[in-house]
């Protein structure tokens, strides 16, 4: 009878593989969403519920009153991309490069971040901020922020961070703070929206797509996400370029806001209506920049960080060996 030594019947497959480190992504993502929201408040009650808010952005509409039959023929076109039907074209689109490429769970963020902001939008403009109207006869008494127009834009284009691959970011994110961008200089130049409006609305997109990748399920970019090296020179590049853009012009409208209520603080050399449009519009841009150049970086790292738990997983399942 052949006695049995105990041997296996193949080799011994078991792999130790140290646990990865915890990334911080997925709670920067929270905190930028929690700031985002936070900011939305911040801008309501600075720019809305006090006298020198109200002031300057009645400053800008008086200016802007001044040039908005020269400029109306150049932004309505712009201005029609923030409409109803342009909201369910973005989504579809957006949501069907998703499914395209298989990425499901992409295509659910996707989604939710482009209903939640417009849904949030309409809420909180509708039935938690108000408007008392302390100067100017505009829309004296009907709030008017967030800016439903540029969510719509922003939402669409930060949900698209989510569905294409990982080196096709960088550009997106460019192309999303151009947009939002334009969409935003038009809204104030004809008249449709006060800067506050503008940048509220930029702001629930931000804490809608931060939120969503802080909370979404580990791999959810996909296997075949890139290596991390991928696109990461790119997307520093443009983080580097877009908040070069953003920091000056935040700058320059915090300075023009001052300037036009006089401050002595302000180092401006003019002030009056025409400055306080310059930084109405400056303000914009400056939002647009920053938020896209915030977005990408989340959304890069918390695609890396889901990717390395998938892969940790798959290094820990047992890989048994048929007997020959």
């Not at 659910?108 to 008392?132: E, M, P, W, Y």
């Not at 989510?162 to 935003?184: D, E, K």
Request: net charge positive; with cysteine; aromatic share 6%.
């Amino acid at each position: 009878m052949a006695r049995h030594d105990g041997s296996r019947t193949g080799p011994d497959h078991r792999t130790f593989v140290s646990r990865p480190r915890p990334s911080p992504a997925r709670p920067a993502g929270l905190a930028v969403a929690l700031a985002a929201a936070l900011g939305t408040w911040l801008v309501w009650w600075a720019m809305v519920t006090t006298w020198p808010g109200q002031r300057v952005e009645e400053s800008v509409f008086e200016t802007a009153d001044r040039f908005q039959d020269v400029v109306n023929h150049l932004v309505e076109p712009v201005l029609l991309l923030g409409s109803p039907p342009w909201l369910a074209a973005g989504l579809l689109a957006v949501c069907g490069i998703g499914v395209l490429r298989r990425r499901w769970a992409a295509a659910a963020l996707a989604a939710a971040v482009i209903l939640g902001s417009n849904v949030t939008t309409q809420l909180i403009k509708d039935g938690v901020f108000h408007r008392t109207g302390l100067v100017g006869e505009w829309n004296r008494d009907i709030n008017t922020l967030p800016s439903g127009h540029v969510t719509v834009v922003a939402a669409a284009w930060a949900a698209l961070l989510l569905v294409v691959p990982r080196g096709w970011r960088p550009a997106t994110a460019v192309a999303g703070a151009a947009v939002t961008c334009a969409m935003s200089l038009a809204t104030v130049a004809d008249r449709w929206h006060r800067p506050s409006d503008v940048v509220a609305a930029v702001l629930v997109v931000v804490s809608w797509t931060a939120l969503v990748c802080a909370v979404a399920p580990a791999g959810w970019a996909g296997p075949d996400d890139g290596p991390a090296r991928r696109g990461d020179a790119g997307t520093r590049l443009v983080v580097v370029s877009l908040g070069a853009v953003a920091v000056p012009a935040a700058v320059l409208s915090v300075l023009a806001a001052a300037a036009t209520e006089e401050h002595a603080w302000a180092v401006l050399p003019w002030a009056g209506g025409l400055t306080a449009y310059a930084g109405g519009l400056l303000a914009g841009c400056a939002i647009s920049a920053a938020a896209f150049a915030v977005l990408l970086a989340v959304c890069q790292a918390t695609a890396r960080a889901g990717r390395t738990l998938v892969q940790h997983r798959a290094c820990l399942r047992p890989n048994v060996s048929a007997p020959t």
